[in-house]
């Protein structure tokens, strides 16, 4: 089991800068896959980036490369989204998630275990 806390979300403005982090606990994370998924009301979950185990690798969404940097800290068991030039659609619920596999790194179904996410607000 491992388990996933994300904290740092908070009300932000337009353009701002903020980082996310996600702790994890349980069972050795560094040889997981973690992404990073949002969900604002009334749409659905959507994948926002990802990083493997040795975070060599990297995924975006197209709605946020170039905007958001993924990475982990193996020796802290932390992986942080740090997220600039925030925009108004940013906002949602931020989740990370966690995968002892390589399944596809898009898809919510791939993740095993999920914390309980955290808010992030942009005002415009």
């Known amino acids: 089991q491992v388990q996933l806390v994300e904290t740092g979300g908070k009300l932000v403005q337009a353009g701002d800068s903020l980082r996310l982090s996600c702790a994890a606990s349980?069972?050795?994370?560094?040889?997981?896959?973690v992404g990073w998924f949002r969900q604002a009301p009334g749409k659905e979950r959507e994948f926002v980036a990802g990083?493997?185990?040795?975070?060599?690798?990297?995924w975006y969404s197209s709605s946020v490369k170039g905007r958001f940097t993924i990475s982990r800290d193996n020796d802290k068991n932390i992986v942080y989204l740090q997220m600039n030039s925030l925009k108004p659609e940013d906002a949602a619920v931020y989740y990370c998630?966690?995968?002892?596999?390589?399944?596809?790194?898009?898809?919510?179904?791939?993740?095993?275990?999920w914390g309980q996410g955290t808010p992030v607000t942009v005002s415009s």
């Open positions: 998630a966690a995968q002892s596999g390589m399944r596809n790194v898009y898809l919510a179904e791939s993740y095993d275990y």
């Open positions: 990083i493997i185990w040795s975070g060599a690798d990297t």
């Open positions: 349980g069972r050795p994370f560094s040889s997981y896959v």
